[in-house]
């Protein structure tokens, strides 16, 4: 045993070892005065042994995201994790958003992706599940039971096998100056899509600018603006499926009315909006210069210190519709196969499917970002609270594109980010950019009836 144990050091742990025994024996051969300073340099050299060897026996995991605007709020989770498991260490390293998708695969593909992944919702976070770059995690114990089928199917396989736990959603809606709105007469946010415009006309007739978003940002204008009316348009999520199952046409009535009501929105928007990019909109409804800004939750923050009175919204439906709002499936957390430590990466996911997890990563979950567990904590966020209570007289949707049209050439993503644009500038009617929609999704797309 006491060979097998030697065999097992490093060369530096046996030095240690020579160092402490030569100091033992000296302790019995030397007279008193040196024996306080031989014990002295024992428990030092035990206490840097016990260092060390802590340090070499730390397990470092890393994670990879998108949210490169996280690393503060994610750090702080990460840490409190190692807190609870101090020989485990989670390193959070973000990839630019554009670049994530291209930087992740390339990773992967070259064996030194990281060990734990945000993991994107739907086609896009099953595909890589198909290439063999995510893990099979339906077995983790609290997975089917803490979170609802909504959640667990935006990372689930066709045959039901979970590839990644459900991390964090976000909601969309309609930030607005609340100071605006009320010297300017309206005390009640309208309820109808009607309402809206003649709102916006009131604000822009008096010189103000009622919308700030731009085009300059293709997946602005997309994501934030026209995915957010367009579930009131369509009918929520049994519209969404109508026409996926090919129960609808993507050309149809609704669709061409959706791509009208961009097309009015268009009037509203600041000079210059066809070149106004995503953070340029911010700065102008931060200033006080325009009265609302379409976004996300993602953006709360933002505004926290700013110089006016402000809330959210959601988008109102065309009269005669029920209202919907996007709360939308965003981000899950995946296991690399590759991973050298299995143990480690299962052991806090399945921390992250408890109650006590979420508690814990609600405390430090970046603002505007909200669990997707069955009953999550209550927030101490007013805004982010305002976000959410949108849910509670609508139904909820995620982005129109994400489940079915994201997989082919050209997905519907883009179809929509180059016709969104040509009708707000007046290059194309509605119509004809619902045609464009249609035919472009019928190149490849096949309806799951």
């Given amino acids: ?58 397990i470092i995991l890393t994670m990879g995201s998108w949210r490169i605007d996280d690393v503060l709020q994610m750090n702080g989770l990460l840490n409190k994790y190692t807190e609870l498991n101090p020989n485990v260490e989670i390193q959070f390293k973000p990839t630019n958003p554009p670049d994530y998708n291209a930087t992740l695969r390339s990773k992967l593909e070259n064996g030194t992706g990281p060990d734990i992944i945000y993991a994107r919702s739907y086609d896009t976070g099953r ?35 979970s590839f990644a736990v459900p991390f964090m959603a976000v909601s969309h809606g309609i930030y607005y100056n609340e100071d605006i709105l009320r010297a300017n007469g309206v005390t009640k946010f309208p309820d109808t899509w009607e309402d809206f415009l003649m709102m916006c006309q009131k604000l822009n007739d008096v010189g103000l600018v009622p919308v700030a978003n731009g085009l300059g940002d293709e997946w602005d204008v997309n994501e934030v603006v026209f995915m957010s009316l367009l579930p009131n348009f369509i009918g929520g999520s049994e519209g969404r499926l109508a026409y996926e199952s090919g129960q609808r046409p993507f050309n149809d009535e609704a669709m061409v009315k959706a791509f009208y009501a961009m097309k009015d929105l268009s009037q509203y928007l600041p000079r210059g909006y066809s070149t106004l990019t995503y953070n340029d909109a911010i700065e102008l409804f931060a200033t006080g210069k325009a009265a609302m800004y379409f976004d996300g939750s993602w953006s709360l923050s933002l505004f926290n210190d700013v110089a006016f009175k402000w809330s959210v919204a959601a988008v109102p439906p065309p009269e005669g519709s029920d209202p919907h709002v996007v709360f939308h499936v965003d981000a899950g957390l995946a296991m690399n196969p590759a991973t050298k430590y299995p143990k480690e990466v299962e052991a806090f996911l399945e921390w992250l499917t408890t109650k006590e997890g979420v508690i814990v990563a609600t405390e430090f979950m970046p603002l505007g970002m909200f669990s997707l567990i069955n009953n999550p904590p209550p927030l101490s966020n007013k805004q982010a609270n305002n976000f959410l209570s949108l849910n509670s007289d609508r139904s909820t949707d995620v982005r129109f594109t994400w489940p079915k049209l994201m997989a082919g050439e050209p997905s519907a993503y883009q179809l929509l980010n180059q016709s969104l644009i040509k009708v707000m500038t007046g290059l194309e009617s509605p119509e004809q950019a619902a045609d464009n929609l249609a035919n472009g999704l019928a190149t490849w797309y096949k309806p799951t009836i």
């Fill in 1 to 58: 045993m006491l060979i097998k144990h030697i065999n097992s050091l490093t060369i530096s742990q046996i030095l240690i070892y020579l160092v402490a025994i030569t100091a033992i024996t000296a302790y019995f051969t030397e007279a008193d005065i040196m024996k306080k300073n031989i014990v002295l340099t024992i428990l030092i050299l035990m206490f840097m042994f016990g260092c060390s060897n802590n340090k070499e026996d730390k």
């Fill in 127 to 161: 595909e890589l599940f198909e290439d063999g770059f995510f893990m099979d995690v339906s077995y983790l114990t609290n997975l089917q039971k803490n979170f609802s089928d909504t959640a667990l199917d935006a990372w689930k396989t066709v045959d039901g096998k």
